[in-house]
């Protein structure tokens, strides 16, 4: 079984480009499930029920969100529109939205989660460990995929580290750099960050003279998000459907 991930889908530039490449993509590396990143997808912060529901469309079974999941007000009045979208469990307001969703694939429960990371982000309820071990204890799936949103590398290969026997893949966003770290633990798959889908002549997404204006000459501005065109970063993970357990990842970077 392959499930295909794609990192942190960015501004107008990263949603065209999934939107259009998604569905070539999922034939060319034959996936059976398919997970998005989506939470800077409505102008670069935030997502939209129009957004989660042209994802979906585009070849999406599943969407996980970040710290910018509620950024955007109308998501909050519209969330029971997305059944496939899903926030982070240690994100309030924490009656929201579904922290987790189980799919049947090919005979297979899949169960993927999102949480936050709690080093270096000012957003997240608890730690990642805590709010993981609750879930477990409710959670009965026979495939366990988390889209950790983290800042920190090291905290991310901590809960890889702890939790690689009960689960299947950790794999990170938010810092929108897909890194080489790529693994395979006791048939858990293992990436610190699998990158973004946005502009690739950007800083982290955002228009590169915006940021320097802001940061160098301590100019007032907006977020505006890199209209440049996107590259696509993601990871592939092949699962052993004898064993429910990762056998491989292969790292994705399409570059305009």
Same mark, same amino acid.
């Given at each position: 079984?392959?499930?295909?991930?794609?990192?942190?889908?960015?501004?107008?530039?990263?949603?065209?480009?999934?939107?259009?490449?998604?569905?070539?993509?999922?034939?060319?590396?034959?996936?059976?499930?398919t997970?998005?990143?989506?939470?800077?997808? @409505? /102008?670069?912060?935030?997502?939209?029920?129009?957004?989660?529901?042209?994802?979906?469309?585009? #070849? @999406?079974?599943?969407?996980?969100? #970040?710290? /910018?999941?509620?950024?955007?007000?109308?998501?909050?009045?519209?969330?029971?529109?997305?059944? +496939?979208?899903?926030?982070?469990a240690?994100?309030?307001?924490?009656?929201?939205?579904?922290?987790?969703?189980?799919?049947? !694939?090919?005979?297979?429960?899949?169960?993927?989660?999102?949480?936050?990371?709690?080093?270096?982000? +000012?957003?997240?309820?608890?730690?990642?460990?805590?709010?993981?071990?609750?879930?477990?204890?409710?959670?009965? %799936?026979?495939?366990?995929?988390?889209?950790?949103?983290?800042?920190?590398?090291?905290?991310?290969?901590l809960?890889?580290?702890?939790?690689?026997?009960?689960?299947t893949? !950790?794999? #990170?966003? /938010?810092?929108?750099?897909?890194? %080489?770290?790529?693994?395979?633990?006791? #048939?858990? @798959?293992?990436?610190?960050?699998?990158?973004?889908?946005?502009?690739f002549?950007?800083?982290?997404?955002?228009? !590169?003279?915006? !940021?320097?204006?802001?940061?160098?000459?301590?100019?007032?501005?907006?977020?505006?998000?890199?209209?440049?065109?996107?590259?696509?970063?993601?990871?592939?993970?092949?699962?052993?459907?004898?064993?429910?357990? %990762?056998?491989?990842?292969?790292?994705?970077?399409?570059?305009?």
């Open positions: 079984m392959n499930i295909l991930f794609l990192g942190d889908v960015t501004g107008r530039s990263g949603r065209d480009a999934v939107l259009k490449r998604l569905p070539s993509l999922k034939q060319e590396v034959q996936a059976d499930f997970i998005v990143n989506g939470e800077n997808s @409505a /102008h670069g912060k935030g997502i939209t029920s129009r957004i989660c529901h042209s994802l979906t469309a585009a #070849g @999406a079974d599943l969407i996980t969100l #970040g710290n /910018h999941a509620f950024s955007k007000n109308e998501i909050l009045l519209h969330l029971e529109e997305c059944p +496939d979208l899903i926030r982070p240690n994100l309030e307001p924490s009656d929201r939205g579904s922290a987790y969703a189980v799919r049947s !694939v090919k005979g297979k429960r899949i169960a993927v989660v999102n949480l936050l990371g709690s080093v270096f982000m +000012d957003c997240a309820s608890e730690s990642p460990i805590t709010a993981m071990e609750r879930i477990l204890k409710e959670l009965s %799936a026979d495939i366990i995929f988390v889209d950790l949103h983290a800042e920190a590398t090291s905290e991310k290969e809960f890889f580290h702890l939790f690689h026997d009960r689960v893949a !950790v794999i #990170g966003t /938010h810092t929108h750099v897909q890194t %080489a770290d790529e693994q395979i633990l006791d #048939g858990c @798959a293992y990436l610190s960050d699998a990158g973004m889908c946005g502009p002549r950007s800083i982290l997404g955002r228009d !590169v003279e915006e !940021v320097i204006a802001r940061t160098v000459r301590k100019e007032a501005t907006r977020y505006t998000p890199s209209e440049a065109p996107a590259m696509i970063c993601g990871a592939l993970i092949t699962i052993d459907e004898a064993t429910d357990r %990762a056998v491989a990842i292969r790292r994705i970077q399409e570059r305009p």
